[in-house]
């Protein structure tokens, strides 16, 4: 069994949320180093796909020790987001101010969020899997103008599922693995006005399509993109950082956002969703270009990822 299988069970990610949430920061800064250590040095399947995304980031330009440099950096700050995640919420600290390492949102991103619902049609945000996704997804939620609802993976395994229990607990709004029917509730709430959030970068095993992406062809979600085209509502593309400052756990996360975007109608439904893809993942690209090893994929997202 490999790690990523071996994450994906019950038990081993509650007892990692009982480290999380009694070990105290420094402590769980430490095992998450000791962990990501043990990962590069052990090499699970996990760590070749997590390598291989990386090397698309980065490009062959990249010298093997950058690209080992940033898998460990990866890992690090994977595990580190995992216990602050856990330590935040498992312990009852569910409102944004009082989050440890803070979570920063931009005055301008709440107030463009709410420019775009105040012209009575809805908000479909995109975000990435980057950094602490979760805790700063939380934290986002609870400034949003209406609660949204986020549409989650499909027929998620027992170790997500605490996940969205947490994202539940802290967060406003609603989870919803993504369903045929979870997904009509999402377009009659934005065609009603409202928010809703998903992420565009994490392969599944069912509506994936080749794309461009870093400049290779990548097999990511598509269908998201026919939603705003079929509701006309805005598409605002964010991302999380954390930015570490000189003392050990004295970070930030920070939301980043994009400007509201309207779809660009070409008179051919096809090409409408090849163009506004591209549209979307080059957004998406930048973000992640701006902390490669804060960007947490741990599934193949090109075909010639696997295990080395």
Request: hydrophobic share 45%; glycine share 8%; aromatic share 10%.
């Amino acid at each position: 069994m490999d790690l990523k299988t071996f994450f994906t069970k019950g038990w081993p990610t509650r007892l990692a949320f009982l480290w999380g949430k009694y070990f105290p920061p420094r402590a769980g800064r430490h095992v998450a180093a000791v962990i990501a250590r043990g990962i590069v040095t052990l090499k699970p399947s996990l760590y070749w796909v997590t390598r291989d995304n990386l090397r698309h980031v980065l490009g062959p330009e990249a010298s093997e020790k950058d690209l080992k440099r940033a898998v460990y950096r990866l890992f690090v700050n994977a595990v580190r987001g995992y216990y602050e995640l856990f330590h935040n919420v498992g312990r009852g600290e569910t409102r944004l101010e009082r989050f440890r390492p803070p979570v920063h949102i931009p005055p301008e991103t709440v107030a463009m969020i709410q420019q775009a619902l105040d012209t009575g049609r809805g908000v479909l945000i995109l975000g990435c899997h980057m950094s602490n996704f979760d805790l700063a997804g939380i934290a986002l939620s609870q400034c949003l103008p209406v609660p949204a609802q986020a549409l989650s993976l499909a027929h998620p395994p027992p170790g997500f599922e605490l996940f969205n229990q947490l994202r539940l607990k802290a967060g406003n709004g609603v989870i919803t693995p993504i369903t045929p029917a979870s997904l009509r509730d999402a377009i009659q709430r934005l065609r009603a006005g409202g928010i809703v959030m998903t992420g565009v970068d994490r392969p599944v095993a069912e509506g994936c399509e080749p794309v461009e992406f870093f400049g290779a062809t990548a097999h990511l979600p598509v269908g998201y993109i026919r939603i705003p085209l079929m509701v006309d509502c805005w598409v605002i593309v964010l991302s999380f950082i954390y930015e570490n400052h000189k003392k050990p756990g004295d970070g930030v996360y920070r939301v980043i956002a994009n400007p509201p975007m309207e779809m660009v109608r070409t008179g051919s439904r096809a090409q409408d969703i090849q163009v506004n893809l591209r549209r979307v993942l080059t957004q998406v690209e930048d973000f992640i270009r701006r902390a490669p090893d804060q960007w947490m994929m741990f599934v193949p997202v090109w075909k010639d990822n696997g295990e080395s």
